[in-house]
């Protein structure tokens, strides 16, 4: 239906997103760093689609002491989730863009802003309950202290400073959604105005 076509423009869009959102399966989607006078290179925990990288086993070593959970990519079902969920969203950008239709447009925009504001909640619940669900006979246990990482910004955590912001994949991530809702905006008051 001719009304329900989408411009050139929108369609090259979309495949761009499409693409994205297939390299951000494969790319860091957040990264954590901490800094101490212990550790004043640094380190640094990467988490990806389908696992977690960098300097996590160190990071594991040091929360040990206070009590926190160790980090396993195995432990978390998000990482067997995640990397489909990216792909589904891909191609329905990428059936939007072909297909030139707006209804698929529309129910990306909407499912994938659901899907982001979901991924959002559920790792902030994943640092909240890493920084609060803390083991009663840890060697080092400060009254009333908690020790969860900012969901993105900076916090100081006893001698460490915390930084949490997206990678690549998530500023993909990002990225997209403020496409795709632009674009549903655009495209359906383009919509309303040939009818």
Same mark, same amino acid.
């Given at each position: 239906?001719?009304?329900?076509? @989408?411009?050139? =423009?929108?369609?090259? *869009? &979309?495949?761009?997103?499409? #693409?994205?959102?297939?390299?951000? +399966?494969?790319?860091? %989607?957040?990264?954590?760093?901490?800094?101490?006078?212990?550790?004043?290179?640094?380190?640094?925990?990467?988490?990806?689609?389908?696992?977690?990288?960098?300097?996590?086993?160190?990071?594991?070593?040091?929360?040990?002491?206070?009590?926190?959970?160790?980090?396993?990519?195995?432990?978390?079902?998000?990482?067997?989730?995640?990397?489909?969920?990216?792909?589904?969203?891909? @191609?329905?950008? =990428?059936?939007?863009? *072909? &297909?030139?239709?707006?209804? #698929?447009?529309?129910?990306?925009? +909407?499912?994938?802003? %659901?899907?982001?504001?979901?991924?959002?909640?559920?790792?902030?619940?994943?640092?909240?309950?890493?920084?609060?669900?803390?083991?009663?006979?840890?060697?080092?246990?400060?009254?009333?202290?908690?020790?969860?990482?900012?969901?993105?910004?900076?916090?100081?955590?006893?001698?460490?400073?915390?930084?949490?912001?997206?990678?690549?994949?998530?500023?993909?991530?990002?990225?997209?959604?403020?496409?795709?809702?632009? *674009?549903?905006?655009?495209?359906?008051?383009?919509?309303?105005?040939?009818?």
């Amino acid at each position: 239906m001719k009304n329900n076509s @989408l411009t050139t =423009l929108t369609r090259v *869009l &979309l495949l761009l997103c499409g #693409i994205g959102l297939i390299i951000s +399966i494969f790319t860091p %989607i957040w990264s954590i760093y901490l800094s101490a006078p212990q550790y004043p290179e640094g380190l640094a925990m990467f988490l990806h689609a389908n696992k977690v990288s960098g300097e996590y086993e160190i990071i594991n070593g040091l929360n040990h002491y206070i009590g926190m959970k160790e980090i396993h990519a195995d432990e978390f079902w998000e990482f067997t989730f995640l990397p489909y969920a990216l792909g589904f969203f891909a @191609l329905l950008c =990428l059936l939007a863009a *072909l &297909l030139k239709n707006r209804t #698929i447009l529309y129910s990306v925009t +909407i499912l994938f802003l %659901i899907f982001g504001i979901a991924f959002m909640g559920d790792f902030y619940y994943w640092l909240y309950d890493y920084g609060h669900n803390l083991d009663p006979n840890a060697a080092i246990i400060v009254p009333g202290m908690s020790y969860q990482p900012p969901l993105i910004g900076y916090k100081q955590l006893l001698n460490f400073e915390v930084w949490s912001y997206p990678n690549i994949g998530g500023g993909i991530m990002i990225g997209v959604a403020v496409i795709l809702l632009i *674009l549903a905006i655009v495209e359906y008051r383009r919509a309303k105005k040939t009818v």
